[in-house]
């Protein structure tokens, strides 16, 4: 969701209802958390003091037994 040349500054992750779940200042692009079903806010900070909103859709995994 950041446009090319933006440097990650933060990470942020909240439910609908605004309660953060997760919150980072690690400049990996990517996120691996344990949350359970649901919709969520993904905040980015960029370096520059811009910041960039997604949804994400959490589902649940199919298991393979």
């Known amino acids: 969701i950041l446009p090319t040349g933006e440097a990650i500054a933060r990470k942020e992750i909240y439910d609908l209802l605004g309660k953060s779940m997760f919150s980072s200042s690690d400049t990996s692009p990517t996120v691996q958390l344990n949350i359970p079903t649901g919709f969520y806010i993904l905040r980015i900070t960029a370096s520059s003091g811009k910041y960039y909103v997604s949804k994400i859709i959490r589902k649940t ?5």
């Not at 995994?61 to 037994?65: D, H, N, R």
């Open 61 to 65: 995994s199919k298991s393979t037994q």
